[in-house]
């Protein structure tokens, strides 16, 4: 019935107004081709996209008797609109004849775009093979529909895989990364028969082919478990495979996992570092006493990152030294990844603590993270991510936007103080006065190798090759003029800010001689509180770092700058109050306070704004990231 009031409804319709358009029924095969080919007249490039309309119908071609063979038929329609759309039905039948499958590898030489899913739709280890030898061939890997049939090939595509990571066939510099890509979204039983074949072929292979199968090996996560043993006799027998062999130990998640990295962080603290161990959950247990340690680190993203690390890798016995961190006087993020972590431990010994810092601390969003954290403990549930877990660096990193979706401030209570103007030199005021100032520095980029025709003065330019993809470190001199300065007895200090690319703090002396003191974006420079300070720091894509830097002249005349206090995100104005503090507001937040002697509050505020607007390109990026991780990972 339904069929034969959608013909009614063409017959209906005066020829001049047919539009390239189809039902979303169609009643059978040959009712649904010849709708098909209806869509295909339209101009469009039916290679690349599919309209709703266009999935619909498919969608109901599927379901009639008789469509795989029809659809593989208009595989060789000299119309390509109408083999692509036949390749796009076939992409997502369920099973599919092996009797097709010439048709099939005819179809992929002629390029049909959504065809490459329809090979791992063949339960044949011939189709398997197939979608792996043109996965490693195509363009856009691992991201494409080659990488999605290998996907669908399962356990089938197992012994091609292993067999191309051999390089028994031609190897080129991406074929493991492009494996190992596609073979870490398989299924555990598809990563778990690839273990023993990809490390025997460690075993024999030279350094070079074996530290690229290691690479492999590492995305199989729990799946390769089995091979522990044998990898740590690798270690034993091979030393030069010693980073690559742990690599891979981590990747499977095996009981190792927390000694490495606590040799890692012992011989060299990083914040990445901590990421990568805190991604590992309870496997890196081991190294929770080095990265307790870390709480006390001298560079705050590394205690900052130390205290995250913890709460993820459920290192109870660092409870107490958590609770120390829950009020400290120079990073708020600090304070808040404590509450956090104390929250994931379920540590009931902090209640106390916890309960002081919900009521009182100075940052709202502190006192909501210690209240949250009481609520996991009362309730011993454990917290949810808020990322796909392919996401982890967003869930790790969320202490860069701990402000949240707040109103910004439009006007605060807290009124400015005019500095002198003989002292204090702006952009927008003073630009000849500025450009006076200028000094050299180091604009560094990426990209493409620059042809000799690039204005680029040669002699300066370093290039580091960092990707097989030519991709290389640009390095270029130029004269910055400074967008603020300030007064000192002896000369200038001066601030430059280029965002993405980079900024710098410098003094200029009275006697010509000029020092770099820190290399990041200067939003403003004071004389507060008996010291010299500088509000600094970058948002940008979805990172948000900002400081309040102390600037001391030491005995021999040279200057340094220390952190101070650290900001909850990227300063976007700051001033001197009347009242002899200093205001500085943050990047898609609120106003901070900041006393002489580093005591913080949160600023006043009399009119404010929703920041969803200012902040909807952030969400839409993290959101974009979070669904193509779900997609990859359900395809």
Not at 145 to 168: D, K, N
Not at 235 to 254: F, T, W, Y
Not at 279 to 288: L, N, Q, V
Not at 495 to 502: L, M, S, T
């Amino acid at each position: 019935m339904r069929w034969t009031i959608g013909c009614l409804v063409l017959l209906l319709v005066p020829a001049h107004a047919v539009e390239p358009q189809a039902s979303a029924a169609c009643g059978s095969v040959d009712a649904c081709v010849q709708q098909l080919r209806l869509l295909a007249k339209q101009d469009r490039d039916f290679g690349s996209s599919m309209a709703p309309a266009e999935s619909r119908l498919l969608k109901a071609m599927r379901r009639q008797p008789g469509a795989t063979g029809a659809l593989v038929q208009l595989l060789e329609d000299p119309d390509e609109n109408v083999a692509n759309l036949a390749a796009a039905g076939l992409r997502d039948v369920k099973v599919i004849d092996p009797v097709y499958f010439p048709q099939i590898v005819r179809g992929l030489d002629r390029g049909l775009g959504w065809l490459a899913p329809a090979l791992g739709r063949i339960d044949t280890s011939e189709a398997a093979d197939e979608a792996v030898a043109r996965l490693l061939v195509s363009e856009d890997a691992p991201a494409n529909q080659e990488a999605y049939a290998v996907r669908l090939s399962g356990r089938r595509a197992v012994p091609a895989i292993v067999a191309h990571a051999a390089c028994r066939r031609s190897c080129d510099e991406k074929t493991h990364w492009i494996l190992g890509a596609v073979l870490a979204d398989m299924d555990p039983e598809a990563r778990r028969d690839a273990a023993s074949g990809l490390l025997d072929i460690a075993v024999v292979a030279a350094d070079p082919l074996a530290r690229k199968v290691l690479g492999m090996i590492d995305g199989l996560g729990e799946a390769g478990a089995v091979l522990e043993p044998g990898l740590a006799e690798l270690a034993q027998q091979r030393p030069s495979l010693q980073p690559h062999v742990d690599m891979a130990l981590v990747g499977i998640r095996s009981s190792r996992t927390g000694a490495i990295f606590a040799r890692r962080l012992q011989d060299q603290p990083h914040v990445l570092t901590l990421r990568d161990l805190a991604e590992t959950g309870s496997a890196g247990f081991a190294a929770g006493d080095v990265v307790t340690g870390l709480l006390d680190h001298g560079d705050a993203e590394i205690r900052v990152a130390a205290a995250r690390a913890l709460g993820f890798i459920g290192y109870a016995p660092a409870a107490a030294a958590l609770a120390g961190k829950l009020d400290d006087p120079v990073d708020v993020r600090l304070s808040w990844a404590a509450a956090e972590s104390l929250g994931r431990l379920r540590a009931s010994s902090a209640m106390p603590a916890l309960e002081r810092i919900a009521a009182s601390h100075w940052y709202t969003p502190v006192r909501e993270a210690a209240g949250s954290a009481l609520r996991h403990i009362r309730e011993g549930t454990a917290y949810r991510l808020k990322f796909h877990e392919k996401n982890f660096p967003l869930e790790f990193f969320a202490y860069q936007h701990i402000q949240g979706e707040r109103a910004a401030c439009l006007k605060y209570a807290e009124r400015e103080q005019r500095e002198p103007a003989d002292r204090k030199l702006y952009a927008r005021t003073a630009q000849a006065a500025l450009s006076r100032l200028s000094y050299a520095t180091t604009v560094v980029s990426f990209g493409p190798a620059e042809s000799p025709g690039d204005n680029v003065d040669q002699k300066d330019v370093g290039v580091i090759r960092v990707t097989p993809d030519n991709m290389v470190e640009h390095r270029r001199t130029v004269s910055q003029t400074p967008s603020v300065a300030l007064r000192t007895e002896q000369g200038w200090l001066v601030g430059g800010d280029r965002g993405e690319w980079g900024g710098e703090l410098v003094f200029i002396g009275d006697d010509g001689r000029r020092q770099t003191l820190l290399e990041q974006n200067v939003e403003d420079i004071y004389a507060f509180g008996g010291r010299y300070v500088a509000t600094v720091g970058l948002a940008h894509m979805l990172s948000s770092d900002g400081e309040v830097v102390e600037i001391s002249l030491l005995p021999d005349g040279a200057w340094r700058a220390d952190t101070w206090r650290v900001l909850p995100g990227a300063p976007s104005m700051s001033y001197l109050t009347r009242q002899g503090e200093l205001l500085v507001a943050t990047v898609g937040g609120t106003g901070l306070v900041v006393s002489p002697d580093g005591r913080m509050r949160e600023a006043v505020c009399t009119r404010t704004y929703d920041t969803s607007r200012a902040d909807r390109a952030t969400r839409e990026a993290q959101a974009a990231a979070d669904e193509a991780a779900r997609e990859g990972a359900s395809e």
